[in-house]
T-cell receptor, first 107, second 115 residues
């Protein structure tokens, strides 16, 4: 089993849609959880940290489920500019990155 | 803002050459990392360093070495470049305060082609 698994997608959604990504991790000792956004041929950039209680940043909501060992990212009211690959990164001492989920938002 | 700078955005080298990729961060971070990213395989950790002159192997260290002589600089070395080392190389850093609870910050990446 991979340490971190994500559905590669692509998820094709229209503008304004709500879309959710899940990411499962196998290391139960993971203590830190992050979502990164990566545009084509660019470096990953931190989108948000994921806290146990769940957290929201504008249109983005991140949730952590330790019992089932998954983290999720919800994007509301999708914009064209949200088109990118979203990487999850759980970690203990060092982060382990998923291969990413590709999102395509169309007009 | 954290700034992680990689020496080259694009690099073309020949098989058998010794290749140096340089990474510098300006936030006095203790921890630095080198990854490679290939389609379908995601980010794979090559080496990391948690202090000056310290280094640890990541998941795919074969064919690579690293150097950390100064805190701000972490170099990746391809001792004898091979075509299967053609890839996107990404450097990242994070401070020790909070340890694993802080996110890593990435450089722009170096697209390395080995001919």
């Amino acid at each position: 089993r991979k340490e971190v698994e994500q559905d590669p997608g692509p998820f094709n959604v229209p503008e304004g849609a709500t879309v959710a990504f899940n990411c499962t991790y196998s290391n139960s000792a993971s203590q830190s959880f992050f979502w990164y956004r990566q545009d084509c041929r660019k470096e990953p950039k931190l989108l948000m940290s994921v806290y146990s209680s769940g957290n929201e940043d504008g249109r983005f909501t991140a949730q952590l489920n330790r019992a089932s060992q998954y983290i999720s990212l919800l994007i509301r009211d999708s914009k064209l500019s949200d088109s990118a690959t979203y990487l999850c990164a759980p970690g203990f001492q060092k982060l382990v990155f998923g291969t990413g989920t590709r999102l395509l938002v169309s007009p | 803002d954290v700034k992680v700078t990689q020496s080259s955005r694009y690099l073309v080298k020949r098989t058998g050459e010794k290749v140096f990729l340089e990474c510098v961060q300006d936030m006095d971070h203790e921890n630095m990392f080198w990854y490679r990213q290939d389609p379908g395989l995601g980010l794979r950790l090559i080496y990391f360093s948690y202090d000056v002159k310290m280094k640890e192997k990541g998941d795919i260290p074969e064919g690579y070495s690293v150097s950390r002589e100064k805190k701000e600089r972490f170099s990746l070395i391809l001792e004898s470049a091979s075509t299967n080392q053609t890839s996107m190389y990404l450097c990242a850093s994070v401070g020790r305060a909070g340890g694993s609870n802080q996110p890593q910050h990435f450089g722009d990446g170096t697209r390395l082609s080995i001919l």
